[in-house]
């Protein structure tokens, strides 16, 4: 429908993590006993990833300096041990932050 879909964490009801927010997105399934609630909206990892990135900066009113990775924008991002795409969206929880860049300058490497 041509609807912005922006994402976020409810912390501090639950862990302020965006990786169990994409695997909840991508997968639509009650923690409870693991079944889909509403298959039909689940979404893809880029449309996911997009809803904590681009899409929040757009509403912000901020897409102008933040939200992709491009030059001129806030060098705000994190580095994982693995490639997303690869993995099965129940184990995107599971990835390592390796590398946490914030303002352009590395404050996080494990």
């Keep these: 429908a041509g609807v912005r879909v922006c994402a ?35 979404v893809p990892l880029a449309d996911a990833l997009r809803a904590y990135t681009a899409t929040a900066a757009w509403q912000d009113f901020a897409d102008d300096w933040k939200g992709t990775i ?4 806030a060098a705000d991002l994190c580095v994982l041990d693995r490639p997303l795409l690869d993995l099965d969206p129940h184990e995107i929880t599971e990835a390592r932050v390796d590398l946490t860049i914030f303002d352009g300058r590395v404050v996080f490497e494990r």
């Design 8 to 42: 976020s964490s409810d912390a501090p009801i639950t862990e302020p993590d965006w990786r169990q927010g994409v695997a909840s997105m991508m997968l639509r399934e009650s923690k409870a006993g693991g079944r889909p609630s509403g298959p039909e909206q689940c």
């Design 70 to 73: 491009e030059p001129g924008k």
